[in-house]
């Protein structure tokens, strides 16, 4: 439109120049070479408004890109390509910032999600420091109840031992108790020998001046343990005799029925001595008199 009336007044001032120099025509020209000088200083003025205002708008969409990229990498999004060239810088600059604001509103949702994962994480270490506190309640009490248990477990062990001590001792007691209970003694020697020890003695029968009739041997009621030989009943089941082929005769309580010899006349017996049953052998006393 400006090109057009410039064209109109250049033609209009040729008209006039051609119609000759009245005052007319010299006031039409000097306006028309003003209207032309302001046109086109008007023109130039635009022009460089122009160039500065796209600048402008090109500065302003380095940063916006600047931004733009930034964003971009911490969201992990790629930008979406535009085609540039087809729009006008302040179109494009639109296009720019709603593609700005799409990656700022990621971020941004992004940034919501972490603080709810955060708020969650912190609402789980709570419940976790909860469990924690209560488990090392728990740990303080069953330490509290194993030490109890511990010390209990040492005055017990203690008294097992002192148990064990005594019993050990009544073991002891009960062997000695039961070594004497078995132990058992013999003599086996003539007559006149056992006479003369004081370990049998003659009771009963009449004193003739030659024989003594109804006289009995017995075993003395203070004998001499001395001469007596110590045997366990337990083990000491076969007495050996002096002499194998004398005869002997037990004059104390024992019972050959329970024993048993190479050869046997009621209460006299030849070779040794065998006991088959030692408790009821030496059930009658512990002391065995053997007179040949």
């Known amino acids: 439109m400006k090109t057009r009336s410039l064209s109109l007044v250049i033609l209009t001032v040729a008209g006039l120049a051609a119609c000759g120099d009245s005052k007319e025509h010299k006031l039409a020209d000097s306006m028309a070479t003003a209207k032309a000088a302001e046109q086109q200083r008007l023109t130039v003025q635009l022009a460089a408004q122009k160039d500065s205002l796209t600048r402008v708008v090109l500065q302003a969409d380095d940063f916006i890109q600047h931004i733009d990229s930034s964003v971009s990498r911490v969201i992990g999004k790629t930008k979406k390509s535009t085609k540039k060239g087809t729009l006008d810088p302040l179109a494009q600059q639109i296009e720019n910032r709603k593609a700005v604001m799409e990656r700022v509103d990621a971020l941004v949702a992004r940034a919501r999600a972490t603080a709810s994962q955060l708020k969650k994480s912190q609402e789980d270490n709570k419940v976790l420091s909860a469990q924690l506190a209560n488990d090392e309640a728990m740990i303080n009490d069953l330490n509290a109840t194993i030490q109890h248990q511990s010390a209990t477990i040492a005055a017990l062990s203690t008294r097992v031992d002192s148990l064990n001590g005594v019993t050990r001792q009544m073991g002891e007691t009960i062997a000695?108790?039961?070594?004497?209970?078995?132990?058992?003694?013999?003599?086996?020697?003539?007559?006149?020998?056992?006479?003369?020890?004081?370990?049998?003695?003659?009771?009963?029968?009449?004193?003739?001046?030659?024989?003594?009739?109804?006289?009995?041997?017995?075993?003395?009621?203070?004998?001499?343990?001395?001469?007596?030989?110590?045997?366990?009943?337990?083990?000491?089941?076969?007495?050996?005799?002096?002499?194998?082929?004398?005869?002997?005769?037990?004059?104390?309580?024992?019972?050959?029925?329970?024993?048993?010899?190479?050869?046997?006349?009621?209460?006299?017996?030849?070779?040794?001595?065998?006991?088959?049953?030692?408790?009821?052998?030496?059930?009658?006393?512990?002391f065995l008199v053997v007179v040949e």
């Open 176 to 286: 000695t108790l039961e070594a004497q209970h078995n132990k058992a003694f013999y003599v086996i020697s003539n007559e006149d020998e056992l006479l003369k020890q004081g370990v049998i003695v003659h009771e009963g029968g009449a004193n003739l001046l030659i024989a003594h009739p109804g006289r009995t041997i017995q075993i003395a009621r203070t004998a001499d343990a001395s001469a007596f030989t110590a045997v366990d009943q337990r083990s000491s089941n076969v007495i050996q005799m002096p002499e194998g082929d004398h005869r002997w005769r037990i004059v104390s309580r024992q019972s050959l029925d329970y024993a048993a010899v190479d050869e046997r006349d009621d209460n006299t017996f030849r070779g040794n001595l065998k006991i088959t049953d030692p408790t009821k052998f030496w059930g009658p006393s512990r």
